[in-house]
């Protein structure tokens, strides 16, 4: 393949050679074992090991790809793995990529959330954790600022992100309807101002001359399996959908509607559908009803959750991995309580992971039609919009609770700090994870673990 060199000069390349399933599989074990970093990191992993190295897809389709995923329920970094996998070897390789991707770092938050429980209390354990608290504020803040310049084009976008912080912190609407308000006010405004809701925040920008394996395959017409055929939508969700549900419906009919099992189904089924923007976004919503509907966990503990989840590979919605453990180890009734929490840890994960392969396999044979969707694009820069002002709610509510320790609540639900009870071993933590990663632009790893050791020293003095 003859591509033009800086300069215009003619260079040959070597066409890159589809991989067989065995070097895929190690490939996606790699990648699995070292995303960490959020999907900004997990995505420029998979970037440079599938576009520049390897070169089994090219840029554009690359992007393409991430962009269909972006209009998904999920994380987004997890569900492109599953589609390149997909393109490459059909159904068998999107679920051997999906698997990997995410298998590593479950199983280390499992480890994690069982010495989590049966040690917390220790003293060593509770001033790491201390320290742990404070740098995941900090993150948090990070993350705010890092989704917001993409998001935050225009007064429009900022209006959306503002009226999504007041829903619900003030009024206390629920995630979901957030959203959906968010997409269609997108949806609407892209008809009557299609300038303020463009929906081009993502992925726009050069591409590579040099094609990958995907695209010489689709080329070749060697692809049959990415063109749906007149049964694929019917027979995808019959298969999926039960696969995805039934378990919920057997627990539920099992243990019984009121169950913590049946309420760890089906809660984190509906957070499955309405997990736009990440885990920073739905997390808001999630740490709302552990805590105070269902009980699960304590505010403290659910800040903790980030905490481990940032520290492991994979997406970082495996928090909700720790939250599930958590409730089915809190309430275990007469099973062993590790038993019980590992056993909440699984349900959580197939609620939350089997969804994601049933929209990769069900729409991504339409993605072209997607691609040039305007007001579908619309819709998603309008609920990234509003996912910015769900983090800002998430900061305020961690720093209540990281910072201070009491809040009062005036009116409406709404909770203000009560300044006698700041702790400043908390806020100087905080302060110096701040400092760490905006100023000497520390990555989160290091951020983390050094907040950890200085939360033990601080305790100790």
Known sequence: MTVLAKGGAARTVEAPAMPSFREATRLWARIGLLSFGGP?????????????????????????????????????????????????????????????????????????????????????????????????????????????????????????????????????????????????????????????????????????????VVDLMFERGELGHTVPSRWHAVRTIGIWLPLWLGPVALIALLAGPGSVWAQIGGFFSLMAVVTFGGAYAVLAYVAQAAVTSFGWLSPGQMVDGLGLAETTPGPLILVLQFVGFAAAYRHAGAINPLLAGSLGSALTLWVTFVPCFFWIFLGAPYIEQLRQNKALAAALGAITAAVVGVIMNLALWFALHVVFGKVASVGWGVEVPVLSSLDWRAALLSVGAMVAMFRLKLGMLPTLAGSALAGLGLLAL
């Open 40 to 212: 900004a990191g997990q995505i420029a992993l998979m970037h440079k090991e599938l576009v520049e190295e390897h070169r089994w897809i090219g840029e554009e389709r690359f992007l393409h790809a991430l962009n269909y995923c972006m209009l998904l329920p999920g994380p987004e970094a997890q569900q492109l793995a599953v589609y390149i996998g997909w393109l490459l070897h059909r159904t068998a390789g999107g679920l051997v990529a999906g698997i990997l991707f995410v298998l590593p770092g479950a199983l280390v938050m499992l480890g994690l959330s069982s010495f989590y429980m049966l040690y917390n209390d220790a003293p060593v354990v509770e001033a790491l954790f201390f320290g742990v608290k404070a740098a995941v504020l900090a993150v948090v803040v990070e993350a705010v600022i890092r989704i917001g310049k993409r998001a935050l084009k225009n007064r429009a976008m900022v209006a959306i992100a503002v009226a999504a912080f007041l829903a619900i912190y003030v009024v206390k609407l629920p995630f979901p309807l957030i959203v959906l308000a968010a997409g269609l006010i997108g949806w609407i405004g892209n008809r009557f101002a299609p300038r303020l809701f463009s929906g081009s925040a993502h992925g726009k920008g050069s591409v590579a001359d040099d094609k990958g």
